[in-house]
């Protein structure tokens, strides 16, 4: 299982890019498997480039700083 505060870092050094342009990302859940769950909020929940963000923003960060992590995935925003 991942470390839940070294994920949490890796979000906290990725969260000024999406801030500012309005968006956010939130922790959702470790699966025991390695993959990350996030929700994607503010504008980035809304965002066409979404997809982008999350696999070539979030994902790439996380593997460079965590390379036991097998995927990022998003959770359904509402």
């Known amino acids: 299982m991942l470390d839940k505060t070294k994920v949490e870092e890796v979000i906290n050094r990725i969260r000024p890019f999406l801030q500012r342009d309005g968006g956010d990302v939130q922790l959702v859940e470790i699966t025991d498997n390695n ?19 999350l696999k070539g923003g979030i994902e790439v960060e996380m593997k460079k700083a965590i390379p036991e992590l097998k995927a990022v995935e998003a959770v359904p925003y509402l």
């Open 35 to 53: 993959i990350v769950k996030v929700k994607l909020v503010g504008a980035c929940g809304s965002c066409p480039m979404s997809i982008m963000t």
